[in-house]
T-cell receptor, first 112, second 113 residues
Framework: DTGVSQDPRHKITKRGQNVTFRCDPI?????LYWYRQTLGQGPEFLTYFQNEAQLEKSRLLSDRFSAERPKGSFSTLEIQRTEQGDSAMYLC??????????FGSGTRLTVV | GENVEQHPSTLSVQEGDSAVIKCTYSDSASNYFPWYKQELGKGPQLIIDIRSNVGEKKDQRIAVTLNKTAKHFSLHITETQPEDSAVYFC????????????FGSGTKLNVKP
């Protein structure tokens, strides 16, 4: 297994455009998380999936954000009508029940 | 919700010296405390963790201590090496609540050769 994969690694988009990121977790992990990290800060929780069910969403996840995990495998995070404040590193992580997560390398989003 | 504070924000040590990073948390129900190392351009990597039923845990040059009463926990790195240079994050969570992590703001460790 190659760990948690995220695609793309970098995305530059114009304000107002929609973007979608993909995360492929470690295959046997049933839990999947999305976090957002801005420069000089620790990651902040966005949302959590157990298998295909989205069980928790942060208040940071406005109506412009949507996440899915069809069939409990890969996950997508979509941001509609991007704003400059959305510029950040978006991190995906997965785990099997208890314990620490395995993070992916992240997708760095720049909104110009 | 939980609030995790981390100090110092930057730490510079000479190779071979020890480094200590400290974190405090606010939620007495938190029971799982991982530490992550993040290198430039990469995602955070779990380096050690501790649960609230244990006061100390070691793994080679790395150790973590936990004081539940005072609600603080620390990372100790001995015999530092240049490859230890990175940003370190502490986190706290309620492990029985799907493990939503609350991260500190990070410590940039620079190990000078």
């Amino acid at each position: 297994d190659t760990g948690v994969s995220q695609d793309p690694r970098h995305k530059i988009t114009k304000r107002g455009q929609n973007v979608t990121f993909r995360c492929d977790p470690i295959s046997e992990h049933n839990r999947l998380y999305w976090y957002r990290q801005t420069l000089g800060q620790g990651p902040e929780f966005l949302t959590y999936f157990q298998n295909e069910a989205q069980l928790e969403k942060s208040r940071l996840l406005s109506d412009r954000f949507s996440a899915e995990r069809p069939k409990g495998s890969f996950s997508t995070l979509e941001i509609q009508r991007t704003e400059q404040g959305d510029s950040a590193m978006y991190l995906c992580a997965s785990s099997q029940d208890r314990g620490g997560y395995t993070f992916g390398s992240g997708t760095r989003l720049t909104v110009v | 919700g939980e609030n995790v504070e981390q100090h110092p924000s930057t730490l510079s040590v000479q190779e071979g010296d020890s480094a200590v990073i400290k974190c405090t948390y606010s939620d007495s129900a938190s029971n799982y405390f991982p530490w992550y190392k993040q290198e430039l351009g990469k995602g955070p990597q779990l380096i050690i963790d501790i649960r609230s039923n244990v006061g100390e845990k070691k793994d080679q040059r790395i150790a973590v201590t936990l004081n539940k009463t005072a609600k603080h926990f620390s990372l100790h790195i001995t015999e530092t090496q240049p490859e230890d240079s990175a940003v370190y994050f502490c986190a706290a969570s309620r492990e029985n609540n799907f493990n939503k992590f609350y991260f500190g703001s990070g410590t940039k460790l620079n190990v000078k050769p």
